[in-house]
C-alpha cells in the first residue's frame, strides 16, 4: 500500500471516529432531556412552598393573599385538629387489648371526613382570592392548588393510592 491508499484510510477512520462519537454525544444528551421532561411532567404537587411562591408577587397583593389565606387556615384549623384526634383515638382503639372494629372504622371515617372539610374550606377560600387577582398573579398563585408534598410523604409521585378497603373477616383457627 502507498502513503495516499493509507493517507485516505486515516482520513476515513477519523471521520467515522468522528461521526459515532457525535453520535453518542447526542444519544447521551437526548436522553437526559427525555429523562428530565419526563420527571418534570410526573410532578403534581408543587416543589416550593407558599413563601416561595408568595415571595414572587407584588407586596401589595403578597400582603392580602397571605392575610385571606392565614384566615381561611384558621378557620379550617379545627376540622384539621379533629381530624387528627379522631386518628389518635383509632390509633389507640387498634393497640388495645380487645379491637372493636366497627369503633375504630367510625373513627377513622370521621377523620377522612374531617380532613376533606378542612381540605375543602382551604381550596374553597383559595378560589375566592384567585377571583381577586389580575391573570399574571392568578397564573402565580394557582400553583398553590397542588396539594403540599411534605417530607414525610415518600410516596413516589405516579403511585396509584390503594382504594380503602373493608375489614376482613378473621379466620377461625387465627388471632386478631
Known amino acids: 500500500m502507498n502513503a495516499r491508499v493509507l493517507?485516505?484510510?486515516l482520513a476515513v477512520s477519523v471521520a467515522l471516529n468522528l461521526f459515532a462519537v457525535a453520535a453518542g454525544v447526542t444519544?447521551?444528551?437526548g436522553q437526559a432531556r427525555a429523562?428530565?421532561?419526563v420527571e418534570e411532567s410526573r410532578k403534581t404537587g408543587r416543589d416550593r412552598s407558599?413563601?416561595?411562591v408568595l415571595a414572587t408577587i407584588d407586596p401589595e397583593v403578597r400582603?392580602?393573599?397571605r392575610e385571606a389565606m392565614r384566615a381561611s387556615a384558621q378557620a379550617a384549623r379545627p376540622d384539621?385538629?379533629?381530624a387528627r384526634q379522631a386518628r389518635r383515638e383509632a390509633v389507640a382503639l387498634g393497640q388495645a387489648d380487645t379491637l372493636d372494629p366497627a369503633a375504630v372504622s367510625t373513627l377513622l371515617e370521621r377523620s377522612r371526613t374531617?380532613?376533606?372539610r378542612g381540605r375543602a374550606r382551604l381550596e374553597t377560600d383559595m378560589v375566592a382570592v384567585l377571583q381577586t387577582l389580575e391573570p399574571?398573579?392568578?397564573r402565580t398563585l394557582s400553583v398553590l392548588m397542588n396539594r403540599y408534598r411534605r417530607s414525610r410523604d415518600r410516596k413516589p409521585d405516579d403511585a396509584p393510592v390503594p382504594p380503602p378497603t373493608q375489614p376482613q373477616p378473621a379466620i377461625v383457627g387465627e388471632k386478631g
Open 136 to 138: 399574571e398573579d392568578r
Open 80 to 82: 384539621f385538629e379533629d
Open 27 to 29: 444519544v447521551m444528551v
Open 35 to 37: 429523562e428530565r421532561q
Open 114 to 116: 374531617a380532613e376533606m
Open 50 to 52: 407558599m413563601r416561595e
Open 7 to 9: 493517507a485516505i484510510a
Open 63 to 65: 400582603d392580602r393573599v
